[in-house]
């Protein structure tokens, strides 16, 4: 059982920066691949970022390329999001996300309740 807690988000004018960060409980935080998803008002919830267990392997979307960043300190149980260059088109609800596997695909098994973010144009 892993349970998420996500915080840090806000809101934020056109082409600035926000980082998200999400805390982690359990024994095997370590295993898991954690990402991030999103759902924009009146949209299906996407796929963001993800970055399997080891840190080896990193996926993301087409639209944050460039501009987003995850990272994960397994020592600490934690995982972050750094976004930079944001647009209103990124503002969404972003949920922290752990579960199995690799890629945009993974499996996901646990949730956070999820953090608003904002932009304003």
């Known amino acids: 059982q892993v349970q998420l807690v996500e915080s840090g988000g806000g809101l934020v004018q056109a082409g600035g920066s926000l980082r998200l960060s999400c805390a982690a409980s359990?024994?095997?935080?370590?295993?898991?691949?954690m990402g991030w998803f999103r759902q924009a008002p009146g949209k299906e919830r996407e796929f963001v970022t993800a970055?399997?267990?080891?840190?080896?392997?990193?996926y993301y979307a087409d639209s944050v390329k460039g501009r987003f960043t995850i990272s994960r300190d397994n020592a600490k149980n934690t995982i972050a999001l750094q976004m930079n260059s944001l647009q209103p088109e990124d503002t969404a609800v972003y949920y922290c996300?752990?579960?199995?596997?690799?890629?945009?695909?993974?499996?996901?098994?646990?949730w956070g309740k999820g953090s608003l973010v904002t932009v304003s144009s």
């Open positions: 996300v752990a579960g199995r596997g690799a890629g945009p695909g993974y499996r996901t098994d646990y």
């Open positions: 970055m399997n267990w080891s840190s080896c392997n990193t």
């Open positions: 359990g024994r095997t935080f370590s295993v898991y691949t």
